[in-house]
């Protein structure tokens, strides 16, 4: 997996957990070697943030997460618990998996990115199964590798601010579904500041607009919405997009969409913002 984010040696099968505090107790004693932080101090900020709750998945799985001073990178411990713990998942099923992270401060949008990756790859029922039946650590580290080879996405990386470069981004997309999906994704990466519009064919248009036409919608059905999704990206974050769109058109059956990718100038924007500001 890209940087080694998940390996054999922060994994734990089988622990004997009641509730949440001894599931981020085990994972800060794994993940304290690997980061140089002492495992009473992430513990405090990982039982903190869930705290707050909001970190259970659906499907048994749950991602604890705090920023730790002293951590370098984002890194994760995976915990099975040999009994699944309740929390407030928006599903009700109680959680047995948990993606333990620790994040560096002061770098939230990297934080976000590493965190909506994880989320994506747990709608793997595939991958939450196997992780479940899995017989140790070396088997899970294989499942999470093929997981990510298979949904053709890798851990997303947010791209430096050019002074002036940029991609506009223009995404033309059918399907509620499939748009629906899109835009939490978009969300949840950090793009939050993408502009949507509705929009139609020439076609689709006059026979909404021109009366003598009007009749045709009747005969031949409502297309059905399109949204025109446009926001401006580094060039370092193409494959992240283009990554996401293919996959969300294949796995919600989008009826039609189109991705293009612009070059455009960008020398000034007020006030400064990272990619993905729109």
Avoid: Y
């Amino acid at each position: 997996m890209d940087d080694a984010w998940l390996s054999q040696d922060t994994i734990l099968v089988d622990v004997d957990a009641a509730e949440i505090g001894e599931v981020i107790a085990a994972a800060a004693q794994v993940l304290g070697p690997a980061t140089g932080v002492d495992p009473k101090v992430a513990s405090a900020a990982l039982n903190a943030r869930a705290a707050e709750g909001g970190i259970a998945l659906g499907q048994g799985v749950a991602v604890p997460h705090a920023a730790v001073e002293g951590v370098s990178t984002q890194l994760a411990a995976l915990i099975r618990t040999r009994a699944p713990i309740p929390l407030d998942a928006p599903d009700g099923q109680a959680v047995d998996l948990f993606f333990v992270v620790l994040g560096r401060p002061g770098e939230a949008g990297a934080h976000l990115l590493f965190l909506a990756h994880m989320a994506r790859m747990c709608r793997s029922n595939l991958l939450i199964q196997g992780l479940r039946r899995a017989e140790g650590p070396g088997e899970m580290v294989a499942l999470m590798q093929a997981a990510e080879l298979r949904l053709g996405t890798s851990r997303f990386v947010p791209a430096r601010p050019s002074a002036s470069q940029a991609l506009l981004v223009i995404i033309t997309l059918a399907g509620e579904r499939a748009i629906d999906r899109l835009l939490v994704d978009l969300v949840e990466l950090g793009f939050g500041g993408a502009s949507v519009f509705d929009t139609h064919t020439a076609q689709e248009a006059m026979t909404e607009e021109v009366p003598l036409f009007a009749g045709f919608k009747d005969l031949f059905g409502d297309p059905g919405g399109r949204r025109m999704i446009t926001f401006s990206i580094e060039p370092s974050a193409r494959d992240q997009i283009v990554a996401l769109v293919e996959l969300v058109c294949r796995e919600e059956e989008a009826p039609s969409c189109q991705l293009h990718l612009l070059p455009v100038e960008r020398p000034f924007s007020w006030p400064q913002q990272g990619p993905g500001s729109g």
